[in-house]
C-alpha cells in the first residue's frame, strides 16, 4: 500500500470516528444539559464521563484529519492546507471547553451531595452556567469553526479533483449551510438542537460520511493525482524525472 493510500485510509478512519464520537458524546450528555436539578439530583455521573470520553477522543480525531491531510493538501495550496490544520486545531479546543464545563457541573454536583444543606438555587443557577457555556461551545466549535473547515478542505478538493467533484460540491454546500444555520441561532431564530438546526447540519454529515467512505475504497483519485515525494533514491535513479538538481534532495 502506497503512503497516499494509507493516507486516504487513515482520513477516512478519523473522520468516521469523529462522526461516532460527536453523536455519542450528545447522547451522553442529556441528563446535564436537559435536566436542570441534574446538580441536586443523584446524577448519572458515569454516563456523563462516557460522554466526555468520546469528546475527548472527538477532539484528538478532528486534530488527526487535519494533521493527516496536511502532507496531501499541501501540494494543492500550501496556505490554505496550513489554514485547514490551525482551524481544525481550533474547533478541538472549543470542543475541550464544553467538556471542561460539562465536567465541572459534576463537580458541582457531588461537592452538593458531600454538604448538605448547600444553597439550591445557586447551585442550579451555577450549573445553568456552565451547561450555557457548553451550548456556546457547541455553537462556535461544531458549527460555525466546522463550517469554515468543511469550505476550506471542500475548496481544495473541488480544485484538485483529489475526490469527484460532485461530492466536494457537498462539502462547499454544507460548510456554507451550518454557517449560515449557526448565525441563524447565534441571532435567536431557532434553536440549534431543532428541526431547522438538523437539517442545516445533514449535508456536512452527508459530506463527511461520503468523504470518509470515499477515501476508503477509492483512495484520492482524478488528474490532480499526487507526484511522488522527491527522494534521494529516487533522484539518483532518474535526476530528469525527479526534477533535475534544482529539485534535487538537500
Known amino acids: 500500500m502506497s503512503s497516499t493510500r494509507r493516507t486516504a485510509v487513515v482520513t477516512g478512519v478519523l473522520f468516521l ?3 461516532v464520537a460527536a453523536i455519542a458524546g450528545l447522547v451522553l450528555y442529556g441528563p446535564v444539559l436537559h435536566d436542570a436539578g441534574y ?8 454516563r456523563v464521563f462516557l460522554g466526555a470520553l468520546c469528546e475527548f477522543v472527538l477532539a484528538l480525531a478532528v486534530i488527526g484529519t487535519g494533521v493527516a491531510l496536511y502532507p496531501v493538501v499541501k501540494r494543492q495550496n500550501e496556505g490554505a492546507a496550513l489554514g485547514y490544520v490551525c482551524g481544525r486545531l481550533l474547533e478541538a479546543a472549543v470542543i475541550l471547553v464544553g467538556v471542561i464545563s460539562v465536567l465541572s457541573v459534576v463537580t458541582l454536583r457531588r461537592n452538593s451531595a458531600a454538604a448538605p444543606g448547600a444553597d439550591a438555587p445557586s447551585l442550579v443557577t451555577a450549573a445553568d452556567t456552565l451547561v450555557a ?3 456556546w461551545t457547541f455553537l462556535f466549535g461544531p458549527n460555525f469553526v466546522l463550517g469554515a473547515n468543511t469550505l476550506v478542505l471542500a475548496a481544495l478538493m473541488y480544485r484538485s479533483r483529489l475526490v469527484p467533484r460532485p461530492l466536494a460540491v457537498l462539502g462547499l454546500a454544507g460548510g456554507a449551510l451550518i454557517c449560515a444555520s449557526a448565525t441563524a441561532v447565534l441571532f435567536g431564530l431557532y434553536e440549534q438542537v431543532s428541526d431547522a438546526g438538523t437539517l442545516a447540519a445533514l449535508p456536512v454529515f452527508a459530506w463527511e460520511v461520503g468523504l470518509a467512505a470515499w477515501l476508503l475504497a477509492k483512495g484520492f483519485t482524478g488528474p490532480a493525482q499526487l507526484p511522488e515525494p522527491n527522494t534521494v533514491e529516487r533522484w539518483e535513479a532518474s535526476p530528469e524525472k525527479a526534477g533535475g538538481h534544482n529539485l534535487a534532495p538537500r
Not at 446538580?39 to 458515569?46: T, W
Open 17 to 19: 470516528v469523529t462522526e
Open 39 to 46: 446538580v441536586l439530583g443523584p446524577g448519572s455521573d458515569a
Open 133 to 135: 457555556v457548553h451550548d
